[in-house]
């Protein structure tokens, strides 16, 4: 059978997720071989451990990045669903772990300790990378995956209001304040990359009636509701696609970029220099529309992130069955 067997939790390593293969430390046993990567074995020998934080999208680029290495030869050691954002990325800084999926803001603002993001998304890359070599990880090529914050409106309102672009929703919120009634997570109202920045970018104030706080989940559906007219979303988020969310351009590019890149520990990328080119295509394609609806088959139709994962792979063709 193609799909992996559930694995013993390695003595001594906690629980980090719930259902079969979302336990730290318990092997990768997918049985999978080359398709179009991974031809060759060219990870034969390796043994490689990935790890990711423990969200949605994380657990399924953590079981992406693990599928291909198996693939391509590598013995998979599956550390995935790390609590925190720290965690992960220490693991592979230390070298408890090989590699991971990261996101180039959280990097450049969380773990660099920058204030201000870089515009432009190429350049925040570059910045990032250029920055982490003396923390012994490097990064590898981005994805076009981009999992930052964005408004977000039902379709009714959408037709109603006419907003496309953050700037017409300052000039809705100008022209009709009433109009422009928006939910938002209590971390998002406060920070100076959240609802302040957005407003003073764009010129927006916007009456503190008008602005509601919630959990991040009731948000999604109050949006779709029309109780707000607009909501707060993570872009990648599977409930934009299944809700048929409107999503509003950063017409400014407000927001920073968090584009999902490979973050390798150096020291494996030295002695596995393949790793690279096992993921090259893999990251080339993931990109938003991509990462809606793997998560959407998670979150919305309860499906494992493990399979979810294969499934796509095999469905690409980047691995087939063993």
Known sequence: MRRRA?????AGVLVAG?????????????????????????LEGADLTVTSKEFTEQLILGAIMGIAFEAAGAKVLDRTGIQGSIGAREAVKSGDADGMYEYTGTAWITYQGNSEPIDDPRRQW????????????TWLEPSALNNTYALAMNQENSEKYGTRTLSDVAELAATDPGAVTVCVEAEFANRADGLPGMEKAYGMDLP????????TGIIYTEAAKGSCTFGEVFTTDGRIRSMNLAVMEDDRKFFPNYNAAPEINTD????????A?????????????VAQKLNAKVDVEGQDPHEVALDWMLEEGFVKEG
Not at 6 to 10: G, I, K, N, T
Not at 277 to 288: G, I, K, M, W, Y
């Open 18 to 42: 719930s259902g079969c293969g979302l336990t730290s430390g318990s092997p990768m046993v997918d049985d999978v071989v080359p398709g179009t990567i991974g031809r060759g074995l060219p």
């Open 126 to 137: 570059e910045a990032v990378r250029d920055a982490d070599l003396e923390n012994g990880l």
């Open 277 to 289: 080119e096992v993921l090259a295509p893999v990251t080339a394609r993931l990109d938003n529309t």
């Open 6 to 10: 559930c694995a013993a939790v390695l």
């Open 268 to 275: 494996t990328l030295e002695e596995w220099p393949a790793i």
């Open 208 to 215: 503190t009636g008008n602005i509601t706080q919630m959990d």
